[in-house]
């Protein structure tokens, strides 16, 4: 008898549920792609899983779907664009993977410094930006 996916040693080898051979006789089932994400949220680092049998049973592994957004650097909804529309706390707003607030001043010289400060675990960091006319 053939071996398939049932938790039982269908052919007498002392073996139970053998991938390759689960594979070979059952492969509208088995090493099958499944939970594939969906455009437009179809891309790295969202992958589909593939089906293997586990304990008498199909099911469905290494599947990644996406999830929200976070201001991380990363492309966390899948989207093909990492951290667009990444939620960041009060007024803050998410540059270069931090989410950080703006303030707007002067210089010493008569250009305009747009600053950017960024919380980290040490403590807060400023970035200036001198504003281009």
């Known amino acids: 008898m053939p071996e398939v996916c049932d938790g039982i040693d269908n052919d007498c080898d002392l073996a139970i549920d053998e991938e390759l051979d689960v594979v070979a006789n059952q492969p509208k089932i088995f090493g099958i792609a499944c939970d594939a994400p969906v455009p437009p949220n179809d891309q790295p680092p969202c992958a589909a899983g593939i089906v293997r049998c586990i304990n008498g049973e199909p099911l469905c592994l290494g599947a990644r779907g996406p999830g929200e957004e976070i201001c ?11 951290d667009n529309d990444a939620a960041c706390p009060g007024a803050t707003q998410c540059v270069e993977a931090q ?8 210089s010493n010289s008569s ?5 950017m400060a960024a919380c980290r675990r040490s403590g807060p ?9």
Do not use: I, P, Q, Y
């Open 72 to 82: 991380n650097g990363l492309d966390d909804d899948c989207d093909g664009v990492g």
């Open 99 to 106: 989410c950080v607030f703006e303030r707007v001043g002067k």
């Open 111 to 115: 250009s305009s410094v747009r600053t």
């Open 125 to 133: 960091v400023d970035v200036a930006r001198r504003a281009t006319a």
